[in-house]
């Protein structure tokens, strides 16, 4: 089983400021890695899939860079909006798909 | 718009059965592969089956193998879920999510379910 592992656990930051979250896999995923937005009570929102490619409607805001073992989630300028938990997944070796445990992201 | 939406959980004694359904529509469902996905209580998020858009290629987690079914009815549009022999690990809100490519599975989910609760319990 591939494990990620997201950093760091809890993000404080503030509306306007840069948001950068990691995942890292236990071994390479090539650049079959997605990104989930989830907000309390809500299910999860596709943010970006193929490493880098942004889902529909989202927002400019949001981009996503790596591959191999290192991936990174970037927000370029917080929204109130954008404050949430955040999941990496992957599915380099489907069906065995796997998730990360997540990245809160919280107001400071 | 695309609408799914999960029903069928609910309180269940350990070693008895449950089935979900998802109804779909905004979309052309027959063309899609669809998957369940759960998380329990306060935890992550844990993939757990896929089936094909034609309902003949399933793939399970390790967790629910031989345990759980996933099957579709793509004259009603509707995902089901039969869990057997639950546990109360089972415990977690069940959603469907829809796969993002038409035809194959690409194992990215683009569209989810608000989900639904199974609590395992005596």
């Known amino acids: 089983e591939i494990v990620l592992t997201q950093s760091p656990a809890t993000l404080s930051l503030s509306p306007g400021e840069r948001a950068t979250l990691s995942c890292r896999a236990s071994?390479?995923?090539?650049?079959?890695l997605a990104w989930y937005q989830q907000k309390p009570g809500q299910a999860p929102r596709l943010l970006i899939y193929?490493?880098?490619n942004r889902a529909t409607g989202i927002p400019a805001r949001f981009s996503g860079s790596g591959s191999g073992t290192d991936f990174t989630l970037t927000i370029s300028s917080l929204e109130p909006e954008d404050f949430a938990v955040y999941y990496c997944?992957?599915?380099?070796?489907?069906?065995?798909?796997?998730f990360g445990q997540g990245t809160r992201l919280e107001i400071k | 718009q695309v609408q799914l939406v999960e029903s069928g959980g609910g309180v269940v004694q350990p070693g008895r059965s449950l089935r979900l359904s998802c109804a779909a529509s905004?979309?052309?469902?027959?063309?899609?592969?669809m998957h369940w996905a759960r998380q329990a209580p306060g935890k992550g998020l844990e993939w757990v089956a896929v089936?094909?858009?034609?309902?003949?290629?399933?793939h399970y987690a390790d967790s629910v193998k031989g345990r759980f079914s996933i099957s579709r009815d793509n004259s009603k549009n509707t995902l089901y879920l039969q869990m057997n022999s639950l546990r109360p690990e089972d415990t977690a809100v069940y959603y469907c999510?829809?796969?993002?490519?038409?035809?194959?599975?690409?194992?990215?989910?683009?569209?989810w379910g608000q989900g639904t609760l199974v609590t395992v319990s005596s």
């Open positions: 193929g490493a880098s």
């Open positions: 071994q390479s995923v090539s650049i079959y």
């Open positions: 089936i094909s858009k034609d309902g003949r290629d399933k």
């Open positions: 905004g979309f052309t469902f027959s063309t899609y592969p």
């Open positions: 999510a829809k796969d993002i490519k038409v035809a194959a599975a690409d194992y990215y989910f683009d569209y």
């Open positions: 997944q992957q599915r380099s070796n489907w069906p065995l798909i796997t």
